[in-house]
């Protein structure tokens, strides 16, 4: 690997300079403003895979007297550079943090990459046609990531041929195909369950989602519900579901400990389904998970579902998804939709956890606000980015 550090009076500067020297493949290692001097300075550190550093204006080090690639295959090396590039970043970033990198540094270098990831995605954008770069522009609008994006696109450039790259509407079609079996593999081996517990972050909806799914449940497909809630906590938390039990006239239990949850799971034995909401306590509580896990670790089998609000930010959705892995959720319900247009972020969540999405909420109306969702209506939400 090759290190070079560069200084520039702004990131475009600093970004054509390593362009320049190390070529198109070079990463962002590190960036810092300088003091001193009359206008501010900034120091980049950049790196390249292999190959001599090359000098301004040169061709591309180590590549440059390799033959040039075959077109088809551009897409598919591009894809590849970046997907070392990223693991790369990755490593570098783990390393920094180890080395208790100054966060707001840490910060600055983020945004760097982002832009430096834009700059260079642009730059083998180009080679896409318009249409292309629209899906990608659409795609990264709506919070789909930048490398998943980049994926997207370039395996539609790669498989399609030259023709079909140009109708926008045929495109947008298949890019929603591809982007419904993208999805699909999350789905594999999703099955429902008879005893199905809510979990997530307090306020995700865990409690107004239960009462929809057992409304859903009890009206539309006339099964036997019944509700527990081991929400003690907060006296009003367990009165919330009861008031819906009393409407939807289900049994509800209440249970304060895995004791008394068993004993009510017992007393619902008839039912065929059993909902369960867990507290909206602050999960980042010492102790909390653990309860949780031990809490539903049953004999019988429990799918429980994540809880995740689309109002969060992408990194927040990340600290929720790792937060709640150890309690083994086998699907997610994202809530919110009415609240937020991101619906690329559902995307990024079930692309990196192999899980599928059971329903998604989009309201506080009780039973209304609720789907069922598929891949492909999945899909179709993110290319349309409405909810129709
Ligand atoms: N806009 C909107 N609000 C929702 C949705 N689901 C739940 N809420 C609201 O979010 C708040 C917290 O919901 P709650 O079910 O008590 O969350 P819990 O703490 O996870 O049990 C309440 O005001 C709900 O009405 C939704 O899909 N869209
Ligand atoms: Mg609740």
Redesign the pocket.
Known sequence: MQIKRFEAASTQEALSKIRSELGPDAVVLSTRKLRGGRSPLLEVTAAVDAGPVAGAGKARPGKAQAAPPPPREEGEAAAGDLRRDLGEIKTLLAESALRSFPYGEFLEMREMLDTFFDTMGFQRKEKFPGALQKIYHHLVSIGVSRPKAFLLVSTLNRNLPPGKLQDETALGRTAEKLLSMSIGLSYRGAERKRICA?V?????????????IAARATLEEKKRVGLITT?TYRIA?AE?LKTYARIMQVPIEVASDKTAFRVALAKLSDRDLVLV?TP?KNSAEPGYIDRLRDLLQLDAPVETSL?L?L?SSQDNLAENVARFRPVGYQSIIF?????SRHFGRIYNVIDQERKPVSW?????NVPQ??ERIDPGRLANMIMTSTLQ
């Open positions: 809510l997530g972050p307090t306020g995700a909806g865990k409690t107004t989602t239960l009462a929809k929400d938390a919330q909401d909206g809880l609000p109002t809530t919110k939709l009415d609240e998604v909420t989009s309201g506080q606000d609720i």
